[in-house]
């Protein structure tokens, strides 16, 4: 019988009603008596390791999540997560790039109304989440979602209230889970890699998003706080360059600072391609600047995060931010 470890960190999930809203109030044992049909199908072991709204979700949080499945790692054959929707994308990302080559399934799952209310999507979900992490051969990070799991590195939550919350952005849906049925669509290559984990991430990467109006000096800011730049741009990866406001200019400055940048795209799908306008030609052609292609955003975020954690040489960093790593990029082929 294969042993699953349900990991609770709070979120809607667990969230009971208090005087100032919703807020995370259950204990890993008040799960367990949701999941009496998977009694006789697994040995179910609990453990809360953090009891907090998503949005405080920090990059430490993150480590401490990887940190406790390593130590637990060849006690259970599978664990299961339960967290906040707002920032589990981004956890689900961090822990694939933090837990690398796992023969095991890292199931992250959630709701968008708690689990203890008549109408809730927790109860499924859980199940689904269950479901998956029992099924054979499934390996790595995912989300399990109203009814689909999403690949770690490629999931964004789209919708705010919806049951329906979670997408996979350029990358087709893993599996499709429907009651004791799965589909999967995405076949993990459990030879393929070392098992590894990393214990180190660097949180000091900023995200901006470009605007029209926006002016240049505002990276001058940013750059003395922040060694990593993220910046989402204009369709495929365009930045302005006019004199009035001239951003390539300014990454100039940037680079010579030593600061890593990565150019994204604010268009959820199909990604960057700076090599169709003069302004991104111009730009990868003259300054040492990275681009995300197909890449979420939450991916590129927290990838650069665990690169910069080993290293900010930018030709390392250029070296392993390209690397194809859990799905997160297809488009780049050098």
């Given at each position: 019988?294969?042993?699953?470890?349900?990991?609770?960190?709070?979120?809607?999930?667990?969230?009971?009603?208090?005087?100032?809203?919703?807020?995370?109030?259950?204990?890993p044992e008040d799960f367990i008596k949701y999941l009496s049909d998977f009694q006789e199908k697994c040995s179910i072991h609990a453990h809360s390791l953090l009891n907090i709204d998503s949005s405080n979700i920090q990059p430490e949080h993150w480590i401490e999540i990887s940190t406790y499945i390593q130590s637990q790692?060849?006690?259970?054959?599978?664990?299961?997560?339960?967290?906040?929707?707002?920032?589990?994308?981004?956890?689900?990302?961090?822990?694939s790039y933090l837990m690398q080559g796992i023969k095991k399934p890292v199931i992250i799952t959630g709701s968008q109304i708690p689990i203890v209310e008549d109408i809730s999507d927790g109860r499924k979900n859980l199940k689904d989440a269950f479901t998956y992490a029992l099924w054979k051969n499934v390996s790595g990070v995912y989300i399990v979602f109203d009814g689909k799991a999403i690949i770690g590195t490629r999931a964004r939550k789209t919708?705010?209230?919806?049951?329906?919350?979670?997408?996979?952005?350029?990358?087709?849906?893993?599996?499709?889970?429907?009651?004791?049925?799965?589909?999967?669509?995405?076949?993990?290559?459990?030879?393929?890699?070392?098992?590894?984990?990393y214990s180190s991430i660097y949180p000091n990467v900023f995200l901006l998003k470009?605007?029209?109006?926006?002016?240049?000096?505002v990276l001058d800011y940013?750059?003395?706080?922040?060694?990593?730049?993220?910046?989402?741009?204009?369709?495929?990866?365009?930045?302005?360059?006019?004199?009035?406001?001239?951003?390539?200019?300014?990454?100039?400055?940037?680079?010579e600072k030593g600061r890593i940048i990565v150019i994204a795209s604010q268009v959820m799908n199909e990604g960057s391609d700076m090599s169709l306008y003069e302004i991104g030609i111009r730009t990868l052609k003259n300054h040492k600047i990275l681009e995300s292609f197909d890449m979420t955003i939450e991916s590129a975020l927290t990838?650069?995060?665990?690169?910069?954690?080993?290293?900010?040489?930018?030709?390392?960093?250029?070296?392993?931010f390209y690397k194809r790593i859990n799905y997160d990029i297809m488009l780049y082929d050098e």
């Open positions: 019988m294969k042993k699953i470890l349900l990991i609770t960190t709070g979120g809607t999930i667990a969230g009971t009603n208090t005087i100032n809203g919703i807020s995370p109030g259950l204990n790692y060849h006690h259970y054959d599978g664990f299961v997560i339960t967290h906040g929707t707002d920032t589990m994308a981004y956890t689900a990302s961090a822990l919708k705010t209230k919806s049951f329906d919350a979670f997408d996979s952005i350029n990358y087709p849906v893993a599996a499709f889970i429907d009651g004791k049925r799965v589909a999967r669509y995405v076949m993990h290559d459990d030879k393929a890699g070392q098992e590894t984990f470009l605007a029209p109006g926006m002016q240049p000096d940013i750059s003395e706080k922040y060694e990593g730049i993220v910046i989402e741009s204009y369709g495929v990866g365009g930045l302005p360059f006019e004199d009035r406001r001239n951003f390539l200019k300014k990454m100039e400055s940037l680079v990838k650069l995060m665990w690169i910069m954690g080993m290293t900010k040489d930018y030709d390392k960093v250029k070296e392993l």
